[in-house]
């Protein structure tokens, strides 16, 4: 069974400080692929990355970045200096191979960002 | 290219009713998925359509369901409502996955379903 937790509920910061959310999964697949989310008050889910189990290079895009350790089972999310407009609830999400399991992703908890001014 | 849309936005029905969701992929997008989210919960998969067939279900009663048309919009049924299925209902549509590939979800802005 797949599963992706996110230890951090919420987490507050100050404008232009870094913020790093975690992610940790489980699996017993060898191929599978990781996502982040942002969901911002409106509701709808905003896809920022896709990760594939075979590729562990770490991604940068513009303030985010993203660190891939299979070693650890973890996939987490940097926000270098932080804005306010990244407010909003950020998702970690697992999918199997689209052969197994389709489309289906498998989401963690979500973590609460709040970027104060 | 417009984005993935559900209506209606908002429902408030009450227990024992029945609602039928709807949603309509990207262009060119044939399969969509539908989640539940709620506070306690969180996200949640329900099922997955693709050529109007239902390729994957999540572990919901079998209240909930689901049909896909010819042109790929998808509706989603809940019979009996009762107060837990009170949430959002989140939508998503892909082009669908091909063999060894994965092709990213876009997500509709929801449903939010409210049963008293």
């Known amino acids: 069974a797949q599963k992706v937790t996110q230890a951090q509920t919420e987490i507050s910061v100050v404008e232009k400080e870094d913020v790093t959310l975690d992610c940790v999964y489980e699996?017993?697949?060898?191929?599978?692929?990781l996502f982040w989310y942002k969901q911002p008050p409106s509701g709808e889910l905003v896809f920022l990355i896709r990760?594939?189990?075979?590729?562990?290079q770490n991604e940068i895009s513009g303030r985010y970045s993203w660190n891939f350790q299979k070693s650890t089972s973890s996939f987490n999310f940097t926000i270098t200096a932080s804005q306010v407009v990244d407010s909003a609830v950020y998702f970690c999400?697992?999918?199997?191979?689209?052969?197994?399991?389709?489309?289906?992703?498998?989401f963690g908890e979500g973590t609460q960002l709040t970027v104060n001014p | 290219k417009a984005g993935v849309t559900q209506t209606p936005r908002y429902l408030i029905k009450t227990r024992g009713q029945q609602v039928t969701l709807s949603c309509s992929p990207i262009s060119g997008h044939r399969s969509v998925s539908w989640y539940q989210q709620t506070p306690g919960q969180g996200l949640q998969f329900l099922f997955e359509?693709?050529?109007?067939?239902?390729?994957n279900k999540g572990n919901f009663p079998g209240r909930f369901s689901g049909r896909q048309f010819s042109n790929s919009r998808s509706e989603m049924n809940v019979s009996t409502l009762e107060l837990g299925d009170s949430a959002l209902y989140l939508c998503?549509?892909?082009?669908?996955?091909?063999?060894?590939?994965?092709?990213?979800?876009?997500f509709g802005p929801g449903t939010r379903l409210t049963v008293l």
């Open positions: 999400a697992l999918s199997e191979p689209p052969e197994t399991s389709g489309s289906r992703l498998t």
């Open positions: 359509y693709f050529s109007e067939t239902q390729r």
């Open positions: 998503a549509s892909s082009f669908r996955p091909r063999t060894g590939t994965y092709n990213e979800q876009f």
């Open positions: 699996t017993r697949d060898t191929t599978y692929y």
């Open positions: 990760r594939n189990s075979f590729d562990e």
